[in-house]
Nanobody
Framework: QVQLAESGGGLVQPGGSLRLSCAAS????????TGWFRQVPGKEREYVAG????????YYKDSVKGRFIISRDNGKNTMYLQMNSLKPEDTAVYYC???????????????????WGQGTQVIVSS
């Protein structure tokens, strides 16, 4: 049984930082592509960041480049999203995702992923 367990969401002021974690079980992240997506009220889920299946390549939505960092600790079988300089428009439910067969050209496509976390709420507000 594959499970992705998220943590780290919460309330933060604009300009602040949060670190989201996603611990995987039943799936080895080393060898899987991983990503973060988010969904804001009234909108469809959107891509935020991706981490390649191998090689450690990272990809970002333009609006979070320079502010967010996706990373992975294969020893802990855990993926992370470090979010800095947060803005109110970053408010969303954030989801981690993983897939064994995601190719680079599909890493931004949520339909390419096999497994999803439950989502964690991030609220950026003063």
């Amino acid at each position: 049984q594959v499970q992705l367990a998220e943590s780290g969401g919460g309330l933060v002021q604009p300009g602040g930082s949060l670190r989201l974690s996603c611990a995987a079980s039943g799936l080895t992240l080393n060898g899987a592509a991983t990503g973060w997506f988010r969904q804001v009220p009234g909108k469809e889920r959107e891509y935020v960041a991706g981490y390649s299946r191998t090689g450690g390549y990272t990809y970002y939505k333009d609006s979070v480049k320079g502010r967010f960092i996706i990373s992975r600790d294969n020893g802990k079988n855990t993926m992370y999203l470090q979010m800095n300089s947060l803005k109110p428009e970053d408010t969303a439910v954030y989801y981690c995702a993983a897939g064994r067969r995601v190719i680079t050209s599909s890493i931004r496509n949520q339909q390419a992923y096999d497994f999803w976390g439950q989502g964690t709420q991030v609220i950026v507000s003063s």
